[in-house]
């Protein structure tokens, strides 16, 4: 197969905190039979990303950050899949580019009619939630509770669970996203802000036979 004549141009983070970057630009080099060029629309920033950038994972530098996207495959040898939308992820970095190479098993296709913006988060926080349903039923649990209940994971976290006939209680912090996540269709949520929280949840838990609770770290707890 010939090499198309589109470069590829990605972000390299040269020393801890981003301090110092440069773009670096190649060619595309010969496709391998099951390789696919991605046109990269949008790369999110998560958590795992900005962990990378402070050195908490004692990442090597240079480097290119990101580890999700979504885009249009603009190459291929399967010619059936040039125009496919696709979602993205990969453990080693490096999405934070205008084009990515990938093996066609590395890749999720979309529905023609998918938005990619939401397309470019179809893996760490599906995954993430999934394995979280999936240990609350290893322990045999009818539901559990999560906090967070309103972030996107969270979100996520409670479809799945019905889906699969658990009941799973969303602790959110203010009244505010309680209503909100009551307006969305979720049936059992809790806020953390009341004086009654403990009691109301303890009650909740008992009501759906709750024995498994979920807590949400992050920040410096988790570094």
Known sequence: MEKTTNKIKSLLVKKINAEEIEFDEKDIKVLEKNEVVIKVKYVPLIHYDLMKMSG?????????????CS?????????????????F???KFGCL????????????????DADLLSGSQMSCNPFTASGIVDMAISLNAKAFAITAGNSHVGKIISN??????LACISIVRSDEKLKEMESEGFKFVINSSKETFVEDLNKLMIEVEANILFDTLAGSIVG
């Not at 580019?97 to 023609?112: C, G, Q």
């Open 97 to 112: 580019s205008n084009r990515i190479i990938a093996s066609e098993d590395e890749i999720l296709i979309l529905n023609d």
């Open 89 to 91: 992820l990969s453990l």
């Open 160 to 165: 799945i669970a019905k889906d699969k006939g």
């Open 56 to 68: 908490v994972t004692g990442a090597q530098f240079p480097y290119t950050p990101c580890v999700e």
């Open 71 to 87: 885009g249009i495959i603009e190459d291929a040898n399967n010619k059936s899949l040039v125009g496919k939308k696709v979602s």
